[in-house]
């Protein structure tokens, strides 16, 4: 997963993210995978990229103002890129998601559990900051065999059809060479 350093949104994420302070802090999804998917498409590193997620497991405030707190000290510190951040406390996730997306979800016990259930396996990734001047811990619980190869199923852990299915549209539509295979 070093080629991910070379989009420099990431890179920079990484090299911050210890200055929040935050407890089990990542960076995971699309910023990663998808650099993979844009250079292999011979796409610019940043191209097509939403938003660039930060996960972390607070289970001492539970709140949506906490959260919202830590967005605001997220967005203040990378102020200087061109780029949405999003930081998600993954401790409060079980207490939106079912409003949210229609389906039950129950409580996580890490920031990595929350990586475990992304909808499709492959994009199940994650990076946290190693100790100065070393690489970055990576986090894939299935591997990265189909991030690499392109492969989006659904994901077990998180077998929400509908949603896998919207998910896979959307990859598809930006990186077309990208395979759906069934359960």
């Known amino acids: 997963m070093s080629e991910t350093l070379q989009n420099p949104h990431n890179a920079a994420l990484l090299e911050r993210l210890p200055l929040l302070g935050l407890p089990d802090a ?13 250079l292999r498409s011979g ?34 510190l990378f102020a200087d890129l061109p780029i949405t951040v999003e930081a ?9 998601y079912e409003e949210w997306f229609g389906y039950p979800y129950t409580a996580l016990e890490s920031a990595r559990d929350g990586i475990g259930r992304f909808l499709v396996p492959g994009t199940c990734v994650g990076l946290q900051p ?29 077998p ?21 295979h069934s359960a």
């Open 26 to 38: 990542w960076l995971v999804a699309g910023c990663l995978f998808q650099t993979v998917w844009n």
């Open 43 to 76: 796409l610019a590193h940043t191209a097509h990229i939403k938003d660039y997620d930060l996960f972390y497991f607070d289970a001492t405030d539970l709140s949506a103002t906490a959260e919202q707190q830590v967005q605001a000290r997220a967005a203040a």
């Open 88 to 96: 998600k406390n993954q401790a409060r996730v079980h207490l939106w």
């Open 130 to 158: 190693g100790p100065a001047g070393t690489a970055p811990r990576l986090y894939a619980p299935y591997g990265l065999q189909e991030l690499y190869a392109g492969i989006l199923r659904p994901n077990p852990a998180c």
């Open 160 to 180: 929400h059809l509908p949603l896998f299915e919207a998910k896979a549209r959307s990859y598809r539509e930006r990186w077309s060479w990208l395979t759906l």
